[in-house]
């Protein structure tokens, strides 16, 4: 009996602890939201229970326009874990989001959500480029990905 064709790694999918849980819960709503201080009014990431700027435990999750520009990127080329080493060579960009200026996420720029990661031609992919956020199931939890506002 032949053994069956081994099916390709999944993608690794987001630790989600205490603190970062709301913001996957807004993700899979298709909301980008950032926690934010209580008491400062200070945005930040990733999550935690205390705010840097003031020692305050008190924090809401405020929802953001999901806009933002390319602050940093990276191309990925193997070796890489086999799922990811399929998709390569793709983009990988660090947004600076436009309503919380010191929050930057990391995510993949592609053409529409859920788009292969290798979708934007990398002739294409500049730091200052505006993006929009969009979501995208992967692996059963909702993550946000980037979209150019100008295709």
Same mark, same amino acid.
């Given at each position: 009996?032949? @053994?069956?064709?081994?099916?390709? @790694?999944?993608?690794? +999918? !987001?630790?989600?602890? @205490? ?19 209580? +008491? ?11 705010? !840097? ?10 929802? +953001? ?8 990127? /990276?191309?990925?080329? !193997? ?20 309503? *919380?200026?010191?929050?930057?996420? /990391? ?7 859920? *788009? *292969? ?13 505006? /993006?929009? *956020?969009?979501?995208? @199931? ?14």
């Amino acid at each position: 009996m032949a @053994d069956a064709p081994a099916k390709p @790694d999944p993608l690794l +999918t !987001p630790a989600v602890d @205490d603190d970062g849980a709301p913001y996957w819960e807004y993700a899979a709503r298709g909301e980008l939201r950032v926690q934010t201080c209580a +008491t400062c009014d200070e945005p930040r990431f990733p999550p935690r229970p205390c705010c !840097p700027h003031c020692a305050s435990f008190t924090a809401e999750w405020r929802r +953001t326009s999901g806009r933002g520009r390319i602050w940093s990127y /990276v191309v990925a080329h !193997p070796p890489l874990l086999p799922a990811y080493a399929e998709r390569a060579p793709y983009p990988v960009v660090l947004v600076e989001l436009s309503d *919380a200026p010191r929050v930057r996420l /990391v995510g993949n720029l592609v053409t529409r959500a859920g *788009a *292969a990661f290798d979708s934007v031609p990398r002739e294409r992919v500049r730091i200052g480029a505006r /993006v929009q *956020a969009v979501f995208a @199931d992967q692996g059963g939890v909702v993550v946000p990905q980037w979209v150019l506002e100008r295709p």
